[in-house]
């Protein structure tokens, strides 16, 4: 999708020559269905990811220094919750090839769903 811009979809007049208030366009949050957060939901993830999503099988994408901090509280929630998981430390950029190297490494897994733990980057990589 080269020269795709979102932009181009949501404004069709040009946002170049007209603001996106001059041509009535809406305003637009494009986002994931369930965003949760708030303190100590990280333990409370196996619930989320079995009610919602209804995985029994998940990958968990997550930066090595922030499985050493959050790891045993990931673990126990996704046990809690009946939810296996296949852990893959994220290499810092979500390039294409992160990316194939992920796939590749749960290619036989069958996962239900992917949690990509950390930041933008991370949740990115996830998504690929």
Same mark, same amino acid.
């Given at each position: 999708?080269?020269? #795709?811009?979102?932009?181009?979809?949501?404004?069709? !007049? /040009?946002?170049?020559?007209?603001?996106?208030?001059? +041509?009535? +366009?809406?305003?637009?949050? =494009?986002?994931?269905?369930?965003?949760?957060? /708030?303190?100590?939901?990280?333990?409370?993830?196996?619930?989320?990811?079995?009610?919602?999503?209804?995985?029994?099988?998940?990958? =968990?994408?997550?930066?090595? #220094?922030?499985?050493?901090?959050?790891?045993?509280?990931?673990?126990?929630?996704?046990?809690?919750? /009946?939810?296996?998981?296949?852990?893959?430390?994220?290499?810092?950029?979500?390039?294409?090839?992160?990316?194939?190297?992920?796939?590749?490494?749960?290619?036989?897994?069958?996962?239900?769903? !992917?949690?990509?733990? /950390?930041?933008?980057? +991370?949740?990115? +990589?996830?998504?690929?």
């Amino acid at each position: 999708m080269s020269g #795709f811009l979102h932009g181009d979809v949501y404004n069709p !007049v /040009g946002s170049a020559k007209f603001p996106k208030e001059a +041509c009535g +366009c809406p305003k637009v949050f =494009i986002a994931p269905p369930h965003y949760i957060q /708030g303190p100590h939901v990280l333990g409370s993830i196996g619930r989320y990811v079995g009610k919602i999503l209804n995985a029994k099988k998940v990958g =968990i994408l997550i930066p090595d #220094f922030l499985k050493g901090l959050f790891g045993e509280t990931l673990t126990a929630s996704l046990k809690e919750a /009946g939810i296996d998981s296949r852990w893959e430390a994220f290499g810092g950029i979500p390039s294409q090839k992160e990316i194939g190297r992920v796939v590749e490494a749960w290619k036989n897994e069958n996962l239900d769903a !992917v949690l990509g733990v /950390g930041g933008g980057s +991370c949740n990115d +990589c996830g998504k690929g």
